[in-house]
């Protein structure tokens, strides 16, 4: 059964990184036939994705947040990382990840993390 779990902090400062790390159990985060997101939700807005790391990891991102925006993996341990940097409170929101079936660019995901709420506040 594949799972995916999300873990970082809960609360960042204005101005510094957010980091969170999504660990996966279950399957392969070097397989061809899958890549590995993260989307996230402010509080009453619709979910926006932020970014993918491909199975040979390759990164693409959201334009609007690119230059912030880094997504890494350990492939050793099975996890990808998310790195967003400088944020405001308009990065508040639950952060996602979850699997990707098939290319990078597709929207089918079939496995989410349970979320996790980071709140950016002084």
């Known amino acids: 059964q594949v799972q995916l779990q999300e873990s970082g902090p809960g609360l960042v400062k204005p101005s510094q990184t957010l980091s969170l790390t999504c660990a996966v159990s279950?399957?392969?985060?070097?397989?061809?036939?899958?890549?590995w997101t993260w989307i996230r939700q402010p509080p009453g807005k619709g979910p926006e994705w932020i970014g993918v790391i491909d199975y040979d990891g390759s990164t693409y991102y959201s334009p609007s947040l690119k230059s912030r925006t880094s997504i890494s993996r350990d492939a050793s341990k099975s996890q990808f990382s998310l790195q967003l940097s400088s944020v405001t409170p308009d990065d508040t929101a639950v952060y996602y990840c979850a699997r990707v079936q098939g290319l990078y660019y597709s929207t089918m995901y079939d496995y989410w993390g349970q979320g996790t709420q980071v709140t950016v506040s002084s």
């Open positions: 279950g399957a392969s985060i070097t397989s061809i036939s899958y890549a």
